[in-house]
């Protein structure tokens, strides 16, 4: 009874931030751009608008007072005015600037300097006109003397949006890869029990290599090594591949430890009766140890969506990769960081739960638990 309380106050805790955090990615928006440039729709009074963004250094947050602006576009030096017929684009001739965000617009160059007075947040915005008389402008958020020490939980605030997303990367990542693996993993468990010795040690040659090296290096190889035998996959697409077939091999020998612990008896007893033996392993046994090993892939299904944060070091944005974009925006690593351990740690004990409550639902009076997984 003592222990009943805290467990249930966790319980309502986790599904409470559970069901937040699947309301805050089904109303996710898109993110920002996660460049030093702001992009702008395209002016009025022509075809394809003025393409320009706005980049600051130092980044926001730094204790100088002291920035350099340039307006510039993505891919190039400067800002590229509007598209004319012959597909040129005109000359930029004007720029203006707004350094304090009241609206009042100064003349100035494309490269400017400005020290600001106080402490505070200031929205500049610069405002170009090009040689048709076509204008747009971009604009960019400057937090101008905060401290390094302290915390501001704005950080996080600010780019939920980018938090949500990434979120929604790692889910995804984590439901394909446990899918796909599991019939995967099913034909290599069953194969590892074959009577057939040719089986057996393919999948031994199968399994071992992925259990006995780091996941780190099976992502590499897919995204960085393949690519010279001219099989050329994406960071997201290869990452995923990369985490479907490791977890495969760890489901694999789940699977046998499960239908191991499937009595003897089960299986003379469907050979009694007249079913062949492929009959009996798809009618009997897999169904009840399919049932038995929830709890280890329950525990496997938690540790693949632990293990999706190594797709960050390939350069995918899932909740790992967007908060380094955060903390290398804003200098400020603490907030990114424990807001992701917070999600992770929702999403986790928040499928322990749900797994909990189907394993018992779907238990097998008299018959033990299947095998568990090692740490990578």
């Known amino acids: ?166 979120a929604q990367i790692t889910l995804m ?57 001219g099989i050329t996959l994406g960071a997201l697409v290869g990452g995923t591949i990369a985490l479907t077939v490791n977890t495969s091999a760890y489901q694999a020998e789940i699977i046998r430890s499960g239908i191991a612990a499937i009595p003897s008896g089960q299986m003379e007893a469907a050979l009694g009766m007249g079913l062949t033996h492929m009959q009996a392993m798809r009618e009997v046994i897999l169904p009840q140890a399919l049932r038995l090993v929830i709890p280890p892939l329950t525990n496997e299904f938690i540790i693949l969506v632990k293990d999706t944060s190594l797709l960050s070091t390939i350069g995918v944005l899932e909740m790992m990769g967007y908060a380094r974009v955060i903390g290398n925006r804003s200098f400020r690593f603490f907030e990114p960081l424990i807001a992701v351990g917070v999600m992770y740690f929702v999403l986790t004990y928040s499928l322990s739960l749900l797994l909990q409550w189907t394993e018992r639902k779907l238990a097998i009076p008299g018959l033990g638990l299947g095998g568990q997984k090692g740490a990578h």
């Open 1 to 166: 009874m003592l222990r009943s309380r805290p467990r249930g106050a966790w319980r309502v805790l986790s599904g409470a931030l559970f069901i937040a955090l699947v309301a805050g990615l089904a109303g996710a928006q898109e993110p920002e751009p996660t460049t030093n440039e702001t992009e702008r729709t395209p002016s009025p009074g022509s075809s394809s608008g003025i393409i320009l963004g706005l980049s600051v250094s130092p980044p926001s947050g730094n204790l100088s007072t002291n920035f350099q602006f340039l307006a510039r576009s993505t891919g190039t030096d400067a800002p590229q005015g509007s598209l004319q017929p012959d597909g040129t684009r005109a000359a930029i001739v004007l720029y203006e600037w707004d350094f304090e965000g009241d609206g009042e617009f100064v003349e100035g160059r494309r490269n400017m300097r400005h020290q600001f007075s106080e402490d505070g947040r200031y929205a500049v915005t610069v405002r170009v006109t090009d040689a048709t008389g076509a204008t747009a402008t971009a604009s960019r958020n400057v937090t101008v003397g905060e401290p390094r020490a302290g915390l501001r939980w704005d950080v996080v605030f600010d780019n939920q949006s980018l938090f949500l997303k990434g």
């Open 173 to 229: 990542v984590s439901v394909i890869a446990i899918l796909a693996g599991l019939p995967l993993g099913v034909i290599v468990g069953l194969m590892r029990i074959a009577k057939l010795a040719p089986l057996r040690w393919i999948a031994a040659a199968y399994i071992e290599p992925l259990r006995g090296t780091p996941v780190i290096l099976q992502i590499f190889i897919v995204v960085f090594a393949l690519p010279q035998l």
